[in-house]
């Protein structure tokens, strides 16, 4: 467990609690145990009890899944601890400032960003802060601080896996959102 958490960075108690079955893994712990282990996260999630046939069979059947199981779905994730998904993603936040630094960071979101809004192929308010995030970013408008700010949430919003993945569209761009509102928070106080 000392191992695992080191290398994972998750707290060795948590790990213990999961491993006892007093407390059930997120995607964040699952994701995490992925790739330190390098098992697929999908075998993680199934071994976790998270419904991932079941879930695929809805999708294809209806394209756009109903409110409850959204909702279900969503908490499932979450574990009704909304304080600890809030907690994750601004440590993820933090921990992208640190790739935006780095000039890789900074052209994964010049080419990746616009690769990843024409794949959404969506447009509204979100989609609209978004783009204004990535003007400021490519124009360096802002302090030094602000632009890694901004670079962080970008970074967020093209990576396809963070604590809700992507691909489990719509659901999946939730904690994305939610990176971008504490953004905008930092960036615009006052609004």
């Known amino acids: ?44 999630m199934e071994a976790a009890g998270y419904d991932i046939e079941n879930k695929q069979k809805e999708k294809e059947n209806d394209p756009l899944p109903n409110p409850d199981s959204i909702q279900d779905f969503l908490a499932s994730f979450i574990m009704y601890d909304r304080k600890s998904f809030e907690k994750n993603i601004k440590q993820e936040l933090l921990n992208y400032e640190k790739v ?21 192929e969506s447009e509204g308010p979100y989609i609209n ?18 632009i890694t700010i901004i670079g962080s949430a970008l970074l967020y919003f093209i990576m396809p896996i963070d604590l809700i993945p ?16 504490f953004v905008i928070n930092i960036l615009y106080p006052k609004i």
């Open 1 to 44: 467990m000392g191992k695992l958490s080191e290398l994972t960075g998750i707290d060795k108690a948590t790990i213990s609690r999961i491993i006892n079955g007093k407390r059930n893994a997120n995607i964040h712990h699952l994701q995490k145990f992925s790739n330190c282990l390098e098992v697929p996260l999908a075998e993680l």
């Open 129 to 146: 802060q978004l783009k204004h995030l990535f003007q400021r970013f490519r124009m360096k408008t802002g302090t030094v601080s602000e």
């Open 166 to 181: 992507d691909y489990m569209f719509p659901i999946g761009y939730l904690d994305d959102a939610v990176a971008v509102k």
């Open 100 to 120: 935006v630094q780095t000039e890789e960071g900074h052209e994964v979101i010049l080419k990746g960003f616009a690769d990843k809004l024409k794949k959404l």
